[in-house]
């Protein structure tokens, strides 16, 4: 690897430069291009998938378990085969991209609104405020966080928005952690000193100077997150408490599907599962690289 | 060379325990469905009825066809009105070495009568509708009903007998309002589950339950009956069917219950195992809420319940293709149904009007009832307890929305399921009931409510409709057989009119197992280790 110039002190070129670095990476390069198809298709699924399989008039029972590349009686052909319910695999797995990516976007945006907010408080203030929002990330992070998640939808039901308030709550605290840490760091430096010493409000302070100096670490651990909430709804939904069965995600048609495996009907659950991996696998390689990348430059 | 002559006959015998059954006395078992309790009396679900057969007998007892055959009763008669007369088998002693007695009957009266531990009722006010039970000496027990009860064998066969030895009591008589007698606490279903009042005269006794887990049983040398050719049985409950076929496969389990049929394929050039398919009495339906309004989980533009009108239910259950879920869902291992019980059994229509698939007819019956842009429905099914259950929930749901009903499909388990079902919550709701004889199904899903008859204790849906109700009320008074018949089918017709239950299917239940075991299949779904044995040689 050959030595990156140290920082210039401008943080935009910085950035730009480390990010062009990174995408010439083969890896990189193979998994951003997989992501984007994956987005595209999920972005595009009401005008690509051949089905709406949410649309329960759209299914027909005589068209289920069809074999990949049968034509069913819905008079187009189900080139990834069809499931018990009569559902196209494929339009569901377009569907179910829809679903696991909305989710991990929503649930990590969320969850990183909420851990920020508490970590910048916990550092700005320290003391008391501090030692309690602490504890109370000691308390979430003290759970496994499928158990956490399991036993809040058990009591207030299925559903995507139920889903992702269910990942907020058990990941925002390592956010809060995460940015506690960095934000203390940051106020030990001298022109937060300065800014104190002007008279500067509190708020304008956390906003304007340590949120943005401190949030980058903070962001790069939240893209590989993402990857992290969408296994946690596909696990979710696999163990039944997740979306409801009529409006199934990856993890759902998974779960669907792993019935089938003794009876010969693998494409029920291998090509959602190939899809899962693809889109987890994509988002973790940019995301480790993106990590890797910036710890690098900062130290 | 004498090294190798001794080797001959050692590998011998070490072949010959190779092909016997790795601990050839403990039988296997997988179960689809798990017991919710070693208490008999705890909730009347299938599960829980046969467990309850191996370590407890009733009076009566059903064979594999549900036949009545003699149990801890050896006869019984009726006077023709509202005496029913037992003798009781003689030289019967319980697991814990007390003898069987007429008390030890009354004694388990009492407590289903007092049971205040247990699901959704059970045969408490079958007993609490009883005049008085007496036992003129230790052998013999008179039952007297206000009403006749020509069923009273049958209604009994559902009630396991425990010893009165596991309360403390004075002398015991069957009168409730002084406690039958017993001045000590009741038995409770969590000292049943930990094994210490888990006694019975059954075949087999308890050796230990753990939910989720297994529940192991070891013979009862003592049975009255003959005896088990298994020293021990294993219980292990494993929900879904791959992983239990795969156990069966891989040499985990002699027997499971209910592999899918779409995996029998795997089985079929396998010399090692064979399966049983038996036609079942049990026919899965959906039960409707056609008296509330509104309705938690069913609501038209008003908020009303549409599921009041009958032409709405006509709709859905035309709506619905019987066949294809019998063929696509079941993959052909149920037969479609058009009443409560199979054509044939006792009180049964010989020719049920047939309700054809018919989408259009049902879209116009739906606009003739005001409803051509349908209403928001929410179908409520376990997903645990029947053979495909959450598929077909989502099935039905799929021909629904077909006729323009926007319905939803909630599914979860068993355990939430029922007591949830208890209380009404439903308006839309699957259920499964399997029987010996048609009066069953409409005395307690159809019947209005009344508890001192014991009528409609499972009529969750609120049916009120007096002319049924006086054809099932008659029907359940009269003891002779060929005018009850009538009478039940005159009910059967008239309930079908009112399409507040909507049958689908009657289950086929089939059992797949090693090759070297004998299993005889049972229609009411039992899986019993009195049931199978080893093949002979």
């Not at chain 2, 989980?297 to 019987?322: C, H, Q, T, Y």
Request: with cysteine; charged share 20%.
């Amino acid at each position: 690897m050959t030595p990156v110039p140290v920082a210039s002190g401008d943080d935009t070129a910085l950035r730009r430069r480390v990010l062009r670095r990174i995408a010439s990476r083969p890896t990189v390069k193979g998994a951003l291009l997989v992501l984007a198809v994956l987005v595209a298709f999920a972005l595009l699924a009401p005008f690509v998938a051949p089905q709406n399989p949410y649309d329960l008039t759209a299914l027909n029972v005589m068209d289920n378990r069809l074999p990949p590349g049968e034509k069913g009686m819905a008079g187009f052909t189900f080139w990834l085969g069809s499931d018990a319910q009569g559902r196209d695999m494929l339009s569901a797995i377009l569907y179910g991209l829809r679903t696991s990516l909305l989710v991990g976007l929503a649930a990590t945006a969320g969850a990183l609104v909420v851990g920020v907010t508490v970590g910048l408080t916990a550092a700005q203030f320290g003391g008391r405020v501090d030692a309690t929002l602490m504890r109370v990330v000691d308390f979430i992070l003290g759970f496994p966080a499928i158990l956490v998640a399991l036993v809040l939808l058990a009591s207030i039901g299925r559903g995507v928005e139920k889903v992702i308030l269910a990942i907020v709550v058990v990941q925002w605290a390592n956010y809060a952690r995460l940015m506690r840490a960095a934000a203390l760091v940051e106020r030990r430096k001298e022109y937060i000193e300065a800014a104190v010493n002007q008279g500067l409000p509190t708020a304008y302070i956390m906003r304007a100077h340590l949120l943005p100096n401190s949030i980058g670490s903070v962001l790069v651990v939240a893209t590989v997150s993402i990857a992290g909430a969408i296994t946690l709804e596909a696990t979710l939904s696999f163990l039944g408490v997740g979306v409801p069965v009529t409006q199934p995600s990856l993890g759902l048609l998974i779960a669907n599907g792993f019935e089938f495996l003794l009876s010969g009907e693998y494409w029920i659950p291998l090509f959602p599962g190939l899809a899962l991996l693809a889109l987890i696998l994509s988002i973790n390689v940019v995301g480790e690289r993106l990590r890797r990348s910036f710890d690098a430059h900062r130290h | 060379m004498s090294a190798f002559r001794h080797a001959v006959p050692a590998f011998a015998v070490l072949a010959l325990a190779a092909a016997l059954p790795a601990g050839a006395q403990t039988l296997r078992v997988a179960l689809s469905s798990e017991p919710t309790s070693v208490d008999p009396h705890y909730h009347v679900l299938a599960p829980n009825n046969a467990l309850a057969a191996h370590i407890y007998d009733a009076l009566v007892d059903t064979d594999e066809a549900q036949r009545l055959v003699p149990a801890l009763a050896t006869s019984w008669k009726s006077d023709g009105a509202n005496k029913w007369t037992f003798q009781l088998r003689k030289g019967v002693k319980f697991s814990n070495g007390k003898p069987f007695t007429a008390e030890d009957a009354i004694f388990t009266f009492c407590r289903v009568a007092k049971n205040e531990t247990n699901i959704a009722g059970g045969n408490k006010d079958l007993i609490r509708g009883m005049k008085s039970i007496e036992a003129p000496d230790a052998h013999t027990l008179v039952v007297t009903t206000v009403e006749p009860e020509p069923l009273m064998p049958r209604l009994l066969a559902g009630i396991q007998i425990l010893t009165s030895s596991i309360a403390a009591h004075g002398k015991i008589t069957f009168s409730l309002d002084t406690n039958c007698g017993v001045t000590g606490p009741w038995p409770t279903v969590t000292q049943f589950n930990e094994g210490s009042v888990a006694i019975g005269t059954g075949p087999f006794k308890l050796k230990s339950y753990v939910r989720g887990s297994a529940i192991e049983l070891v013979r009862n040398d003592d049975f009255w009956g003959e005896k088990s050719p298994w020293q021990a049985v294993k219980f292990v409950p494993v929900t879904n069917a791959g992983p239990r076929l795969a156990g069966l496969i891989a040499g985990d389990y002699d027997l499971i219950e209910n592999p899918a049929a779409r995996d029998l394929g795997r089985l079929k050039d396998d010399k090692r195992f064979a399966w049983v398919s038996t036609p079942s009495s049990r026919v899965i339906f959906f039960q409707l809420d056609v008296a509330r309004s509104p309705s938690p989980f069913v609501a038209d533009a008003k908020g009303e319940n549409p599921l009041r009108d009958v032409r709405v239910r006509k709709a859905m259950s035309m709506a619905i293709d019987r066949d294809a879920i019998a063929k696509r869902i079941m993959d052909g291992a149920a037969q479609p149904a058009y009443q409560f019980l199979p054509t044939g059994m006792f009180g049964t229509l010989p020719n049920p009007p047939v309700i054809r698939f018919d989408p259009a007819a049902a879209r116009k019956l739906m606009a003739e009832a005001g409803y051509a842009n349908g209403f928001d429905l929410t179908i409520t099914t376990t997903n645990d307890r029947y053979v495909n259950d959450s598929q077909i929930a989502q099935a039905v749901a799929g021909y629904l929305s077909q006729i323009g009903i926007r319905a939803k499909v909630d599914a979860m388990t068993r355990a939430i399921y029922f007591p949830r079902r208890a209380k009404r919550e439903f308006s839309f709701s699957i259920g499964g009931w399997g029987s010996a004889e048609a009066s069953n199904f409409m005395r307690y899903w159809a019947a209005t409510l009344d508890a001192k008859k014991t009528h409609g204790t499972s009529n969750y849906g609120g049916l009120a409709d007096p002319e049924f109700n006086d054809l099932i009320s008659k029907a359940l008074v009269t003891m002779d057989d060929e005018k009850r018949a009538e009478l039940l089918r005159q009910a059967g017709a008239k309930l079908l009119d009112l399409h507040a239950f909507i049958p689908l299917h009657f289950e086929n239940t089939i059992w797949a197992h090693r090759a070297d075991l004998v299993v005889k299949g049972r229609t009411d779904q039992y899986t019993l280790a009195m049931s199978v044995a080893p093949a002979k040689k």
